[in-house]
Structure formats: C-alpha cells, structure tokens
C-alpha cells in the first residue's frame, strides 16, 4: 500500500484514514458495487485514493468470472433541470 502523505486535490497534509470504502465502476453499460474496499481517505476533502495492487483486484472482480455476493436493483434518474 502507497504511502501518500499529501491529498493531490485539496493539499492536506493530515494523516489519511485507513478505511473500507464502496466503489461503484461502471463497465459496459453495467454498474459493479465493489464493497468492503481499502481505501485511504483524506481527512479534510474525503478524496479516496486506492493501491494500485486494490484497483488491479477491483479489475479483476469485474472482468473475471467473481460471484457477485447479491444483486440490487438502481433507479436512475435523469437530472433536469
Ligand atoms: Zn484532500
């Protein structure tokens, strides 16, 4: 797991918190809900920023053969406005 100390988008330099985030990714049209994901969360701005060992896994939960723990249906909505 990287060692960033520095958040690319707001500058903090707090300490970021160690925690398991969910993910939503979005591929050919279908969306994943990638839960219990490490993640490490800027304290001031909530930016989350992932090792890349972790989006290579997200990677391979989605376009391998992975079981989907359950499904869950989304209401999408269009914004207007
Ligand atoms: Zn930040």
Known sequence: MSEKSVC????????MSEKRVTV??????????LENVLARVCQTCGERYFAAEVVQAMEKMITGPAIPTRTMTVPVIAFAG
């Open 8 to 15: 690319d988008y707001c500058h903090s330099e707090l300490p």
């Open 24 to 33: 939503y990714r979005k591929r050919h049209g279908q969306v994943y809900v």
